[in-house]
């Protein structure tokens, strides 16, 4: 009999409303029922993707006398970290507090006023390398409940007391300057893997944003270096068995520093984000690969996450049945030489093991390889070499297809908006500016209320229940600025300039300025969670500065161009500390170091000399430039306001800092005014 989840729009949360444990989702009723019951709660969070939260459920949650055991001693909810992203990262620091590590699943136990004493992540069915069986912990966390009620409750209060005491004291009110930016790349540098590309060593993830940030600080001061970084990471991650060969995307990491195996869950966020950086390493370069694998990712987005409404799925499992009934991880994407030959035939065969880097001995799990391109000497007949794609991209259909988590969530639309207009408008795929602008579509018709709130997911059309984070705001308007720039559609800026103005009144400290990841009137959690660290997204601190800055570049307006600088502080403080986890942030003040430019394109719409001088304002390389195109004098974007034609022809401007450029009618010239 399904269990109180059957109810609940996550994917995540469905897959456990068969299971044996009477779980509850996070609500004021469960907890009420724990005060009534006298049971402490356990908490236990994870993601549809997620592998290991897979195992878990299945070696425990799924088993009758553990669900008993659960019933009898606790209140269980279960929560999805992609819908409450609050309810995890409160948690998680206090998970990451006490034992120095964090990681989904997520297993906390909780005093029925929701205050945490017990933590881990994965928990075994039996005793496993100096770990407890769940059952232990379960009993132990129970003994203790009964025994010794009153020595809980006070470790419950003392982690809560650290937890108040960890509040982000950056009001830093100077922006990051020349020497903070440069310490940053030096950092980067030091850890940069000279060998395979990326930074530190195994696992090893995808550092768009740090790209991102070396690409623009290249942009600004000449720095080859910086470049090189950022053009040799993306070759090698393209290269890797990160990238899926056959069918585009990105799988979340690599278990090993050459990029070679991959985690296969695939994620909506880091294939956005991936897009986007390839989209502009061609920008700057010119680089075949960098087009090929932006295009090739943005046809994966479209092609396989997005929803019949729309938007665009949050993920694809990394387990699929491998054919013979069992759940095994990679089973959708891994070749042997065996099964190449019963595709392609013997000589083609032959062919692909050597372009795809597939080995007799595998290098994946049993005998099976992922698919690569490494650096090999000669050169391969192109024209055989999409052939064998296609037919092993057929035949590779004909799999049993990994789960799809098909709920939306408006921050990762977002980003996906930003990538695929941009992407759409450099390589001239209309098609996906329309699937950007369906995306957005849909935020706006079913996410945004009458007072434009902003809602985290949705699922077949129908809203969830949670409220949106400061990062839903933050790049949801980063995907509507995007837009705005790629259309010149003002009512896409306006749509941004609601959500942000709720970021200023809802997300930020009146005296400090520092951004909280919920909104003042959210629920109430033990501690308002608050981190300006960038990790697998932008957080939502440096995604809400880089929005505000753009706006305010967009619109003039002053309260949003300060806000700006008030969330860049932090970014002073720890990027050259720890550049790795704050790219964002560094992007973002790279683009206030070079102003950033405004840029207003005025001509009639359909004129080829309009659309060639938007086209290189798109294309210019300088940091977080804003791009305005439009008829003469039109108020359809405020850049465009008083700006009139020059003798007659499609005319360019260019701002930054309150001084502007000679307007200009020539495409060369509007390229020099963007370069350094």
Request: one cysteine or more.
């Amino acid at each position: 009999m399904p269990n109180r989840l059957a109810h609940e729009t996550s994917p995540y949360l469905l897959q456990h409303a068969d299971n044996p444990v009477d779980w509850w989702p996070w609500s004021a009723e469960a907890f009420e029922e724990a005060r009534k019951s006298g049971k402490p709660v356990l908490l236990s969070v994870g993601y549809s993707s997620c592998h290991w939260c897979h195992v878990m459920a299945h070696e425990s949650f799924e088993d009758q006398e553990t669900a008993d055991y659960l019933n009898a001693h606790f209140v269980n909810i279960k929560v999805d970290r992609e819908e409450r992203p609050d309810v995890d990262a409160v948690y998680m620091e206090a998970v990451q507090a006490a034992t120095g590590q964090g990681g989904w699943p997520m297993t906390v136990f909780l005093t029925p006023d929701a205050e945490p004493f017990y933590f881990g992540t994965y928990f075994p069915p039996v005793p496993r390398q100096g770990s407890p069986s769940f059952r232990q912990v379960l009993e132990g966390v129970h003994s203790a409940w009964t025994d010794r009620r009153d020595e809980v409750a006070e470790v419950a209060e003392k982690i809560v007391r650290d937890l108040a005491g960890r509040e982000i004291a950056f009001g830093d009110t100077q922006v990051p300057g020349e020497e903070d930016l440069a310490g940053a790349l030096l950092g980067l540098t030091r850890d940069y893997d000279a060998g395979h590309g990326g930074f530190g060593g195994a696992p090893k993830f995808p550092p768009s944003m740090a790209i991102e940030f070396l690409l623009r600080h290249h942009a600004r001061t000449g720095s080859e270096g910086a470049l090189q970084m950022a053009a040799d990471t993306c070759e090698r991650m393209a290269r890797g068995g990160i990238y899926d060969q056959l069918g585009g995307g990105f799988a979340r990491y690599s278990v090993d520093r050459e990029w070679v195996v991959p985690h296969f869950e695939k994620m909506l966020y880091d294939n956005a984000l991936l897009c986007r950086v390839y989209a502009h390493l061609w920008r700057a370069t010119g680089s075949d690969l960098a087009r090929r694998v932006a295009l090739e990712t943005a046809d994966f987005m479209v092609r396989e996450l997005r929803t019949n409404e729309g938007g665009f799925a949050s993920a694809l499992d990394a387990d699929s049945d491998d054919g013979n009934g069992r759940h095994v991880e990679g089973a959708y994407y891994v070749w042997t030489p065996a099964q190449l030959r019963e595709v392609l035939g013997e000589r083609d065969a032959g062919l692909a093991a050597d372009y795809f880097g597939v080995t007799e001995e595998g290098t994946f799990e049993e005998g099976a390889s992922v698919l690569q391109l490494p650096q090999r000497e000669g050169v391969f007949d192109a024209e055989r070499i999409a052939s064998v794609r296609a037919r092993l991209l057929e035949a590779r259909g004909g799999r049993p297809a990994p789960g799809r988590d098909d709920k939306v969530v408006a921050a990762w639309n977002g980003l996906a908006i930003a990538a695929l207009a941009e992407t759409g408008a450099y390589f001239d795929r209309p098609d996906l500016i329309e699937a950007a602008l369906g995306a957005a579509d849909l935020l706006v018709r079913l996410h945004l209320d009458e007072h434009a709130r902003l809602a985290r997911t949705s699922r077949d059309g129908r809203v969830g229940a949670n409220a949106g984070v400061l990062e839903d705001y933050a790049d949801v308007s980063e995907g509507f600025l995007a837009l705005a720039s790629v259309t010149g559609e003002g009512v896409w800026l306006e749509f941004a300039g609601f959500l942000l103005d709720h970021v200023l009144v809802q997300f930020t400290d009146e005296e400090s300025g520092t951004l909280y990841d919920t909104a003042a009137d959210a629920e109430k959690l033990i501690r308002r969670p608050q981190d300006p660290t960038d990790n697998a997204t932008p957080s939502g601190w440096s995604a809400a500065a880089g929005a505000l800055l753009s706006y305010a570049a967009q619109t003039g307006a002053e309260p949003h161009r300060a806000a700006a600088e008030r969330a860049l502080g932090v970014v002073k403080a720890l990027g050259p500390r720890a550049p790795r986890f704050i790219g964002w942030g560094l992007a973002t003040a790279e683009a206030l170091l070079d102003g950033p430019r405004e840029v207003a394109v005025v001509g009639p719409v359909d004129d080829p000399a309009t659309k060639e001088l938007h086209r290189a304002a798109l294309l210019a390389t300088a940091p977080g430039a804003v791009v305005a195109v439009g008829a003469p004098d039109s108020d359809e974007l405020p850049l465009l306001v008083e700006r009139s034609l020059v003798h007659g022809e499609p005319t360019a401007y260019v701002c930054r800092n309150f001084t502007c450029d000679a307007p200009t009618t020539e495409v060369d010239r509007l390229r020099e005014a963007l370069g350094r």
